[in-house]
């Protein structure tokens, strides 16, 4: 024992100095600096990779130590990365670390240098750092080329949102150098005179192909070249969403995930991202194919417990969902199949399906959607193999579409897709009498009805309504009624009935059936009940009606009333408890009148017209203005009127007239007020507030002035559109009594006129006979025609005249005539001489037409001065003058031995000769050169007389005791012709 005691003793004493001893070997070899240091550079990861080794450390042992590792850029003194490195460090070892730079590292020169400390807990406290590393230097500057501009990073890759910095490198100092991204000019910080660098936060993604960032290098104006690079700017890798896994036959598993945004870039710089399935369970692993869904193979042992882990990964980023399920809550059946309908009818069928066989008693759950009308019903059934499922209560002549789904009863995971099929139940005759409504309209011995009715909804005609049947039956002579067959889609007719009452029934019918009968009776009185029209004001939600419940039983109400534009007539039936309505419909148009007729049915079904209303949905300003005239318009006042303007076409009720004046005093009548117009100026208004009013008196003007007015209604929405003001100008004030003078003279003018025209053939053969052919007097018997036979002037030579009768006034002034020198007295020229020429005693014995004629031919300068009337003649020649002529010449020379020698010198200007014919006849003339028992000539037609003024003598003005209405001057060469 005391040996045992002995030995423990050295043992432990021997165990103490070794550990002293070995202590005092590290402290003297400790710090253990790390030597050997050496940096390479990844330009691509931009970063530098480093490795060293630590000298002194026992054989075969193993400590804890920490490395402190610093970075420099540029200078020594910039150090812009501290960090410590842990690790466990054997004998021998070379270690290595690597640190990733911001900055590429074609940008600067960086420095590196590393110390350690001894972390381990089998050396006692205190521990203290070793003594830093001589600096390492990498420059990478020194390969880039003979180029004079670099831009660095090359082709990096960044995800979106990343920070990133970009340099360049100058090799002349002298160039301005200018950096763009995507065209955009970016500034930057001058690291030193050959570098800068330019830090992008949050670079956005632009296009897959990458970002272009380059930089220009120039002096002055000229460019020095231009370098470039291309970012790569990646989408941010997603974690997969709704990862799931469900299996249709317990042989596969099919998983499926929404893989969000794809990664992928341009030029295979990066692919799309990856996915792996990952079971822990089983420790299998699966690279899948496809980005969003994935099988996994169900092996046959008895694994129900499945626990997945989906990676997605890519260049920059892994992401990992996980899911752990039972196999058996996870079924997915396969869709029903095999739709089909048996024993269809109008209100019944039976669906029958089949599904897919999992395993035994194996129990589905199956749900039945049945759709048609604008309805939905659902109905759940459980099935082990096949499934059949009764419908009823269904419509008759409706298409439905039935369709069917299921899932596992036992854990229910989802439906299966929907299986479905059309199908459609059989007619049946229709369920419902059809709405029926008339228009009466009474005329003298007769009614004609107009018949109405509204198709039957699909609901109710079960079927399509093939024809309508209307029963007319006279209730004054029941054995009388007429039907009618009207074919679909007809709905209306017209009868023509006499003063009888008539019950019309009205049914339709389909294939199968009819249906009930819609009965309506129309009274032998005449509908000419008059009833007070009402106004009423519509709203965007319609009418609203209401009206006096009708005295006694009645069994219902109908309101009708026409849709614009088709007028066609509308009803709608009301109960019999109700006395109000609302007529709402999607045809209410604004600015249209709309009439509303309230009846009542009685008992007998006849109809009473109770009440009427008007009214407009939306009223609107007046649509045109009035024909406006003017009338009495005098010096201070007119009258404005416009009765031909029709207030019922309107898109409103017209409550009125604004009247509108102007005039240049600008000041406002009595009972004007002053108004602006929509364009600034201004003007008087009056407002008329009775529509039916439509003139107005415009008094207290003056006269003399313009003035300028127009006329526009007003309802309810406004007046109606501006117009052009029309113009009017007061008169004078004395100019309506000159009027009033003026007018009935020309009244009494133009109806002298008028009597005139109308008398004009009367009056000129009264006073202008129409002038005779010459060629059919006597006196062209006397004539010599000289050269052409047919000529038609007659000339002075060519006829001897039968007599001349001298005419002559007592005048001063003498002219020679004939050549004569003898001058006449006044005493001698107071009555008329007369020459005459007798005819032979065979023309006098005979009694002929006297003519008288007058020729301006003779001498047209003359023409226009003579003028015609009856000459004076002796109904006989006197005693001295009873000798025969038988020649021209034995005139000329009895009018030379007569007359001529003794008329000498007579007065100029009152002397006239006065050819009067050989035929003629006496009429009365100077009583001392005429018998006392004259024979009366018979009826002799009178020409004027032809005229014929010397052109060297003045005309002599008549005299009032002339008789002569033509004066023929002779010429007195022309005397002896």
Known sequence: MALFVVFQTTFFLTLLSLRTYQSEVLAERLPLTPVSLKVSTNSIHQSLHLQWTVHNLPYHQELKMVFQIQISRIETSNVVWVGNYSTTVKWNQVLHWSWESELPLECATHFVRIKSVIDDASFPEPNFWSNWSSWEEVSVQDSLGRGTLFVFPKDKLVEEGSNVTICYVSRNIQNNVSCYLEGKQIHGEQLDPHVTAFNLNSVPFIRNRGTNIYCEASQGNVSKGIEGIVLFVSKVLEEPKDFSCESQDFKTLHCTWDPGTDTALGWSKQPSQSYTLFESFSGEKKLCTHKNWCNWQITQDSQEMYNFTLIAENYLRKRSVNILFNLTHRVYLMNPFSVNFENVNATNAIMTWKVHSMRNNFTYLCQIELHGEGKMMQYDVSIN?????????????????????????????????WSGQNFTTLEAAPSEAPDVWRSVNSEPGNHTVTLFWKPLSKLHANGKILFYNVVVENLDKPSRSELRSIPAPANSTKLILDRCSYQICVTANNSVGTSPASIIVISADPENKEVEEERIAGTEGGFSLSWKPQPGDVIGYVVDWCDHPQDVLQWKNVGPNTTSTVISTDAFRPGVRYDFRIYGLSTKRIACLLEKKTGYSQELAPSDNPHVLVDMLTSHSF??????????????????????????????????????????????????????????????????????????????????????????????EHSSMLIRILLPMVFCVLLIMIVCYLKSQWIKETCYPDIPDPYKSSILSLIKFKENPHLTIMNVSDCIPDAIEVVSKPEGTKIQLLGTR??????????????????????????????????????????????????????????????????????????????????????????SLNYVSQLASPMSGDKDSLPTNPVEPPHCSEYKMQMAVPLRLALPPPTENSSLSSITLLDPGEHYR
């Open 385 to 417: 193999v096949n499934g059949e499922y009764f419908l009823s209560e269904l419509e008759p002549a409706t298409e439905y579409m039935a369709r069917v789904r299921c899932a596992d009863a036992s854990h229910f995971w989802k439906w299966t897709e």
């Open 639 to 732: 009258t404005l009127s416009w009765k031909d303007y029709s207030t019922e076409s309107q898109p409103g009720f017209i409550q009125g007239y604004h009247v509108y004046l102007k005039s240049k005093a600008r000041q406002c009548h009595p009972r004007f007020q002053k108004a602006v117009l929509s364009d600034g100026s201004e003007c008087c208004k009056y407002k008329i507030d009775n529509p039916e009013e439509k003139a107005l008196i415009v008094d207290n003007l003056k006269p003399e002035s313009f003035y300028e007015f127009f006329v526009t209604p007003f309802t309810s929405a406004g007046e109606g559109p501006n117009a052009t003001f029309t113009k009017v100008t007061t008169p004078d």
């Open 822 to 911: 003898k001058s006449l007295t006044e005493t001698e020229l107071t009555k008329p001489n007369y020459l005459y020429l007798l005819p032979t005693e065979k023309n006098h014995s005979g009694s002929g037409p006297c003519i008288c004629f007058e020729n301006f031919t003779y001498n047209q300068a003359a023409s226009d001065a003579g003028s015609c009337g009856h000459v004076p003649v002796p109904p006989k020649a006197p005693p001295s003058m009873l000798g025969l002529m038988t020649s021209p010449e034995n005139v000329l020379k009895a009018l030379e031995k007569n007359y001529m020698n003794s008329l000498g010198e007579v007065p100029a200007g009152e002397t």
